[in-house]
């Protein structure tokens, strides 16, 4: 069965600082991975998915991540912080079949 | 924009109260999901639907139970609230195949005393 680690419970950067929330996963045959944003009290936001092709995948607020088939890794990344990007993250990670697992979630806050 | 709304963002009930919780979608999806979230623990799933009538367990079923009658509609039933079921519940949809984004509803945090 597919599973997802998110190995940082909380992320800390500076405004304008890049940051990463990182992800890895375990799935036999090819992945189907995706992040989340939630904000408080809030459901969650797609934020980008990898299906195939390009390892690099861009997506909402100018967020992107990259797939490493080697690493089991896909980490969300962005190049500059914003305080409003504050929120709670989810990777998740599916197989072939409809059965979506979430990481536990990596808490972001960036600070002015 | 796929819509996914849920009946109540807030429920107050007490130990013992059957709850209903309600999800509709507006993009015909066939598959729909009830979890719940806990800190810590990210998304647990309780149930999903793969289609009208059809049902499956998730991984943590124990103390619910689901409603499918119409395409749109998914419901989760709390059968007798307990205190352990204070809980964010999340309804989501997707489309058929695995590479189909799964959109989720604004959520229900509901508290039993």
């Known amino acids: 069965a597919q599973s997802v680690a998110q190995p940082e419970d909380q992320v800390n950067v500076a405004e304008g600082n890049p940051l990463t929330v990182k992800c890895t996963y375990s799935v036999s045959g090819n992945p189907y991975l995706f992040w989340y944003v939630q904000y408080p009290n809030r459901g969650l936001q797609f934020l980008l998915k990898?299906?195939?092709?390009?390892?690099l995948v861009k997506g909402s607020y100018g967020f992107e991540a990259e797939f490493n088939k080697s690493q089991t890794s896909f980490h969300l990344k962005k190049p500059s912080a914003l305080v409003s990007d504050s929120a709670l993250y989810f990777c998740?990670?599916?197989?072939?079949?409809?059965?979506?697992?979430f990481g536990a979630g990596t808490r972001l806050t960036v600070k002015p | 924009d796929v819509k996914v709304t849920q009946s109540s963002r807030y429920l107050v009930k007490r130990t013992g109260e059957k709850v209903f919780l309600e999800c509709v979608q507006d993009m015909d999806h066939e598959n729909m999901f009830w979890y719940r979230q806990d800190p810590g623990l990210g998304l647990r799933l309780i149930y999903f639907s793969y289609d009208v009538k059809m049902k499956e367990k998730g991984d943590i079923p124990e103390g619910y139970s689901v409603s499918r009658e119409k395409k749109e509609r998914f419901s989760l039933i709390l059968e007798s609230a307990s205190t352990n079921q204070t809980s964010m519940y999340l309804c989501?949809?997707?489309?058929?195949?695995?590479?189909?984004?799964?959109?989720f509803g604004p959520g229900t945090r509901l508290l039993v005393l």
């Open positions: 990898y299906i195939t092709g390009d390892n």
């Open positions: 989501a949809s997707t489309g058929t195949g695995p590479g189909e984004t799964q959109y």
């Open positions: 998740a990670v599916r197989d072939h079949s409809n059965d979506m697992r």
